[in-house]
């Protein structure tokens, strides 16, 4: 009696969260775009005098400053809003380019098989064996700091997650009645690939594909809060909180503002990510 | 499990860790930055460059830098540390037992509050204590080891300051030990004041650690045990009328541990990979702080020694877990 109800309530909160997460992304979007006529201030405008102002629920706050400033006197809300362009270029760029080039290693792996799929298979599990954290940092060290390094570094750490997803799946797909009728009505190898079993991986990839935009949002804030990421003066979430951790015990809000921004990017992606492999699988739709 | 087995594992550790020795020192070289460029102070001449160089085998091809480098490491010798003009061994284990204990606090926590949340879920499944354990580990799915680190500095090191936030012990503790493990050591001295401290150091760091492991724990034993729930054996145990919690636990528990014994290595591994960073949050002396200094100095010598600890780090923890999983599963017990 109770499991109708409860995966009806299942699919019902799925949706919900899959609309949450894609509007809060759909706002943070906006405000990447539009966030020069947003800021109130320059982002890398330094005002000596007015240093770790409050924000504005504490005393001694300025109103030009809503969220308070930092130690140089940069306005807090401004390098929010443009880290929040760094963020979202870094997660939708890195976490595209990680899906390609690990959608094409595990399809052509899972199709082909024979020493190709051996390669591949090996690769992963060498990759894995790598702490992911410690292996960005060394990369970027090694490619040298700045944007199109942390996504590099994120592509070379996370394809293997959609490799080895990807991989499987086509490994399943290719065993499908619907694969030896295409072949048998003569499709090309590289036809039935890209046509019938890529389709058929799609919802899978989509659902990893948001999650790893969450995942780049952190990674690109640990580069940035280990400042290996871009230069120091830009604004960047995991800038403003290393900043904010070194005077921590003066002024608590300058950490604790970004860190909430990371929370609520990574929480859409992952409500996104999660509902829509709700909606998409056939299997759980029912 | 028996001792051929466990030979042909250590066998084959031989090449993984090969193979990440020749990665990690080719990426190293290949790239361009000069590390002795950092090391020298204004003014040097060509010629001190030049002789620094050949100080530190810098001149030769890289296949020679990498088989003169192996074979001294196979002596134990991983070379001088080239910002901090130490032995990178000694600086090493100078700082490992640090990590080790705090990597080690991490898993049995995650295990403990892993496996107990998992036991409330199933206990009251479709009831509010299930939902709140879905709650806490769709959340931690979400918030990575770092930020909660970080917030659990702001909480309780500044809004509401219980804790030290930085550094492993009280820097006014007159320290005596002759060990780096300072939590065993104190503990066997019965010095448990120096104990209470070194708890109250770790205590943060280490939560922080195990809480995405204790989500993953959580989520994946309830699923298992929700499943095995429905088993005849355990229709049998409850026809027998034994109580609920024995059942759950002394029958249930056991099975349903397996799979999620098998998921553990890798997740152990994000474990040992999340010391890096939290160890550099809260100020802790281990190699996971030393690593990010290395990295930022570009001081080759030492990220290559560090590189080589954490894999046989994980190399040691995957191999028990390996172990333990064979212990537990009769399947493959006996092969």
Known sequence: MSEPTRSGRVHLSSLVRTWLGGIVIGLLILIAIFAPWIAPHDPLKQDLFSGLMAPFWLDNHDPAYLLGTDSLGRDVLSRLIYGTQIALVVAFIAASLAALLGTVLGLLAGYYGGWLDTVVSRLVEIWMAFPPVLLSIVLVAVIGTGLHSVVIAIVIIDWTRFCRVVRAETLVQREQEYISSAVSIGFERWTILWREILPNVLPLLVTLLTLEMGIAVIVEAILSFVGLSVSSDQATWGGLIQEGRQYVHSAWWVMSLPMICIIIAVLAFNALGDGLRTILDPVMRK | ?335
């Open chain 2, 1 to 335: 499990m028996s001792f051929p087995f466990l030979l042909r594992r250590l066998v084959l550790v031989i090449p993984t860790l090969i193979g990440v020795s020749i990665i990690v020192f080719v990426l190293l070289r290949v790239v361009p930055g000069d590390p002795i460029m950092m090391m020298i102070p204004p003014g040097a001449t060509e010629d001190d460059i030049d002789h620094l160089r050949q100080l530190y085998g810098l001149d030769k091809p890289i296949l020679e830098q990498y088989l003169v480098w192996f074979s001294e490491v196979l002596k134990g010798d991983f070379g001088t540390s080239i910002s901090l003009r130490q032995d990178v061994v000694e600086l090493i284990l100078s700082r490992l037992p640090a990590t080790i204990e705090l990597a080690v606090a991490a898993m049995f926590i995650s295990v403990i509050l892993g496996t107990s949340l998992a036991l409330i879920g199933t206990f009251w499944s479709n009831q509010w204590p299930e939902t709140i354990v879905d709650g806490f580990t769709g959340l931690n799915q979400a918030i990575p080891d770092f930020l909660w680190g970080l917030i659990f500095i702001l909480a309780f090191g500044v809004l509401w300051p219980l804790l030290p936030v930085s550094g492993r012990i009280d820097p006014r503790i007159n320290l005596d030990l002759v060990s780096q493990f300072y939590i065993v050591e104190s503990l066997i001295r019965g010095e448990f004041s120096v104990f209470l401290t070194l708890i109250k150091h770790m205590i943060m760091p280490a939560i922080a650690l195990a809480l995405p492991l204790t989500a993953v724990i959580a989520r994946s034993l309830k699923a298992s045990l929700r499943e095995t729930m429905t088993q005849d054996y355990i229709r049998m145990a409850q026809v027998k009328g034994f109580g609920p919690w024995r059942i759950l636990i002394v029958e249930a528990l056991r099975n349903a541990m397996i799979p999620t014994v098998a998921l553990s290595g890798v997740q152990f591994n994000f474990l040992l990979g999340g010391t890096v960073l939290i160890e550099r949050i809260f100020s802790y002396p281990g190699i996971g702080n030393m690593s990010i200094g290395a990295v930022i100095d570009r001081d080759l010598p030492l990220i290559q020694g560090l590189i080589i600890t954490f894999a046989i780090l994980f190399i040691v923890t995957n191999l028990v877990i390996d172990m333990s999983y064979r212990t537990l599963n009769p399947r493959v017990r006996n092969e």
